[in-house]
């Protein structure tokens, strides 16, 4: 399993509101993470570090978690923990008040992912030749997409485009759409902000990962296509890459 992680301001703003990275559990078992913060300068800021925190610092110290099924328990109560203490954090600190974040987070194992999705914050999975978007963004405009109102194509340039419908630490309590995929050997999955999402399309970052080139290198022609095109938001991506190769008793690759 590899994985990398880069974060940009862009070029509009002051500041950076994402926050993102990985690490690895007592079994080896990966966890990766993007937030999109909200909430101005500084608050979302915080609500994006404390995420990620609180998720790294769990997840680090776990063991024995090696099904769906529990991967996938451990990751509505982590989360619901985490949506407990941003929320508490905003009502006990003023410069904070109606802070949130999105979140997407995936847990990799050689043979499968679950994953955790709040917002606009988008995972997908490139397998073979395909490239698919597995989480659905919890937006104004996608509603409205999906009802019928607008097109997908009036979409890209809708006024309200960045209004949420469910963030992370905004409300007392969070829905939170949690899934679990299998992969094999030679995928990836790709995790970002809106900040890379709205300047790419899906086939643009295909191209980009079938590239030959490092992990490192890919995220960052990744970051360096949307600032190219305007960076008017942060920009943050992960990306994790199946090395495992499943071998047989007599020790031949399959």
Not at 55 to 75: A, R
Not at 159 to 165: F, H, I, M
Not at 225 to 248: C, F, Q
């Amino acid at each position: 399993m590899e994985a990398a992680f880069k974060s940009d301001v862009g070029q509009v703003r002051s500041h950076n509101e994402d926050n993102g990275g990985f690490i690895r559990n007592k079994d080896g078992i990966l966890l990766a993470v993007v937030a999109d913060g909200m909430g101005g300068h500084q608050a979302g800021d915080v609500a994006s570090k404390m995420t990620l925190d609180i998720l790294l610092e769990k997840w680090q110290e776990t063991e024995g978690l090696s099904t769906p099924t529990s991967i996938e328990t451990w990751l509505e109560e982590a989360v619901t923990e985490v949506n407990s203490e941003i929320y508490e954090h905003s009502l006990t600190n003023p410069q904070c008040q109606g802070m949130g974040t999105t979140l997407v987070a995936v847990i990799c194992t050689n043979l499968f992912v679950t994953y955790a999705h709040i917002g606009d914050s988008r995972a997908y999975l490139m397998s073979d030749e395909t490239f698919l978007q597995k989480t659905e963004d919890h937006s104004l405009v996608n509603e409205l997409v999906r009802s019928g109102q607008i097109t997908a194509l009036e979409a890209e340039n809708h006024p309200r485009r960045n209004v949420l419908l469910r963030a992370l630490g905004t409300e007392s309590k969070v829905k939170i759409d949690i899934s679990t995929i299998n992969w094999d050997e030679g995928h990836f999955v790709l995790l970002c902000s809106d900040g890379l999402s709205n300047k790419l399309k899906d086939l643009e970052m295909l191209e980009i990962l079938q590239q030959n080139q490092s992990l490192e290198e890919k995220v960052t022609k990744l970051v360096t296509v949307a600032n190219e095109r305007g960076g008017e938001d942060n920009i943050s991506v992960a990306l994790v890459y199946n090395s495992y190769k499943e071998t047989s008793g007599d020790g031949d690759d399959r």
